[in-house]
């Protein structure tokens, strides 16, 4: 992704005011700057809300943009394959044509009803979005008549191993944000996910020796992808785990050990632990929205227990949902219509066909009349 086609913190054509203003006014905040956050923008934009995007991460594109932007992305509708990288870029520039105020390297941290009605969205004051280009806000909160949560899976902390730790920093990294650094190297990658088998097969042209070491027999990632896996060259041991690293200053060695008691020395300069994270909703958590299993519940029209709040993408949960970004993406597209209705009433549910119109800039905030009221739930 181009960085300098992207705004910068709390910035916007219309630009959200000065350092002093102390808040941002818009239709809609959303609580998340991913995949699903930043179609969501594109999505209310495209109905006529202003919108601010807010995301504690420095670039807009969640986890993709932070961890993945190597990776090949297979559940994009229309799409054979597409790069973390380059997905991203063509969201934010389709959110970026709606002109929404970006909020990056911020943290929202409380949420309160407003004193005129809406949603009050209190911001940290850390410092971290200091603004690459364009006025600047340092705002302490956004007032917005609604709200939508697209947070991914909250805060994430990669699940490690001991044998590993000694060596993180020094070839062990838990995502590989440039495939071009394990050119000619042996790469152990730890894992049994979709994560360890994506990453294999991207380093596979690269790499010297890939090696997949997991400990279970069947693997959790896409049977397709696993196929292509084993088609590829790559080594694949099952029922084993890496009992130790050697090296001096880097890794130099991964020793395994399968379920049989064999032992086996690898080569290895580069260590990929792709055994997923641990995660948490961080502020998210003190909000008061009702949640199941740590994700926030959500009806079929991505209302939350909240008036006014919505949350799309892998934050949420209902009965049967598939954790896809194409999902996602759907989320986020009924969630910022069922608020479009809901801020302004008497608007139709289904917004008129893109094909119909040319992007328009939003129209000014709609004064806030109190929290969001529910809106019908859509016939099945």
Same mark, same amino acid.
């Given at each position: 992704?181009?960085?300098?086609?992207?705004?910068?913190?709390?910035?916007?054509?219309?630009?959200?005011?000065?350092?002093?203003?102390?808040?941002?006014?818009?239709?809609?905040?959303?609580?998340?700057?991913?995949?699903?956050?930043?179609?969501?923008?594109?999505?209310?934009?495209?109905?006529?809300?202003?919108?601010?995007?807010?995301?504690?991460?420095?670039?807009?594109?969640?986890?993709?943009?932070?961890?993945?932007?190597?990776?090949?992305?297979?559940?994009?509708?229309?799409?054979?394959?597409?790069?973390?990288?380059?997905? +991203?870029?063509?969201?934010?520039?389709?959110?970026?044509?709606?002109?929404?105020?970006?909020?990056?390297?911020?943290?929202?941290?409380?949420?309160?009803?407003?004193?005129?009605?809406? /949603?009050?969205?209190?911001?940290?004051?850390?410092?971290?979005?200091?603004?690459?280009?364009?006025?600047?806000?340092?705002?302490?909160?956004?007032?917005?008549?609604?709200?939508?949560?697209?947070?991914?899976?909250?805060?994430?902390?990669?699940?490690?191993?001991?044998?590993?730790?000694?060596?993180?920093?020094?070839?062990?990294?838990?995502? +590989?944000?440039?495939?071009?650094?394990?050119?000619?190297?042996?790469?152990?990658? +730890?894992?049994?996910?979709?994560?360890?088998?994506? /990453?294999?097969?991207?380093?596979?042209?690269?790499?010297?020796?890939?090696?997949?070491?997991?400990?279970?027999?069947?693997?959790?990632?896409?049977?397709?992808?696993?196929?292509?896996?084993?088609?590829?060259?790559?080594?694949?041991?099952?029922?084993?785990?890496?009992?130790?690293?050697? =090296?001096?200053?880097?890794?130099?060695?991964?020793?395994?050990?399968?379920?049989?008691?064999?032992?086996?020395?690898?080569?290895?300069?580069?260590?990929?632990?792709?055994?997923?994270?641990?995660?948490?909703? =961080?502020?998210?958590?003190?909000?008061?929205?009702?949640?199941?299993?740590?994700?926030?519940? +959500?009806?079929?029209?991505?209302?939350?227990?909240?008036?006014?709040?919505?949350?799309?993408?892998?934050?949420?949960?209902?009965?049967?949902?598939?954790?896809?970004?194409?999902?996602?993406?759907?989320?986020?597209?009924?969630?910022?219509?069922?608020?479009?209705?809901?801020?302004?009433?008497?608007?139709?549910?289904?917004?008129?066909?893109?094909?119909?119109?040319?992007?328009?800039?939003?129209?000014?905030?709609?004064?806030?009349?109190?929290?969001?009221?529910?809106?019908?739930?859509?016939?099945?």
């Amino acid at each position: 992704m181009d960085a300098t086609a992207v705004p910068g913190p709390g910035t916007s054509a219309r630009g959200p005011g000065t350092e002093a203003d102390p808040e941002i006014v818009a239709d809609l905040a959303v609580v998340g700057a991913g995949p699903a956050g930043l179609y969501a923008a594109s999505c209310a934009g495209f109905r006529g809300l202003s919108t601010v995007l807010v995301d504690a991460l420095a670039e807009p594109g969640g986890q993709i943009a932070a961890l993945y932007p190597e990776k090949r992305i297979y559940d994009v509708a229309g799409r054979a394959a597409v790069r973390g990288r380059e997905l +991203v870029g063509e969201l934010v520039a389709q959110a970026a044509a709606f002109d929404p105020v970006w909020l990056l390297g911020r943290t929202a941290t409380t949420l309160t009803p407003g004193d005129r009605g809406g /949603w009050l969205v209190g911001l940290d004051d850390d410092g971290r979005g200091a603004p690459r280009a364009g006025r600047s806000s340092r705002a302490a909160r956004i007032r917005a008549g609604a709200v939508l949560v697209t947070a991914g899976l909250g805060r994430p902390t990669p699940r490690s191993l001991p044998a590993l730790r000694p060596f993180e920093g020094r070839g062990v990294a838990y995502h +590989v944000p440039r495939l071009e650094e394990h050119r000619g190297r042996d790469v152990v990658v +730890v894992g049994g996910g979709d994560s360890a088998v994506d /990453w294999a097969l991207a380093l596979a042209p690269l790499a010297a020796s890939v090696t997949v070491v997991h400990r279970r027999r069947a693997f959790r990632a896409h049977e397709y992808s696993v196929k292509q896996m084993y088609a590829s060259g790559v080594r694949v041991l099952t029922d084993t785990q890496v009992t130790r690293l050697h =090296g001096t200053d880097r890794v130099q060695q991964v020793t395994v050990e399968d379920r049989d008691g064999q032992v086996t020395v690898l080569p290895a300069q580069a260590v990929v632990a792709a055994l997923g994270f641990a995660t948490s909703l =961080g502020p998210l958590a003190g909000w008061g929205l009702a949640t199941e299993d740590r994700l926030i519940a +959500v009806d079929r029209a991505m209302r939350t227990s909240l008036p006014g709040v919505y949350a799309a993408g892998d934050i949420c949960t209902y009965e049967g949902r598939v954790p896809l970004i194409s999902v996602g993406f759907g989320e986020a597209a009924t969630a910022a219509n069922h608020a479009a209705v809901a801020l302004r009433p008497g608007a139709r549910l289904a917004p008129e066909h893109s094909t119909d119109r040319e992007p328009t800039p939003p129209a000014e905030p709609v004064a806030p009349h109190g929290p969001a009221a529910p809106t019908p739930e859509p016939s099945a």
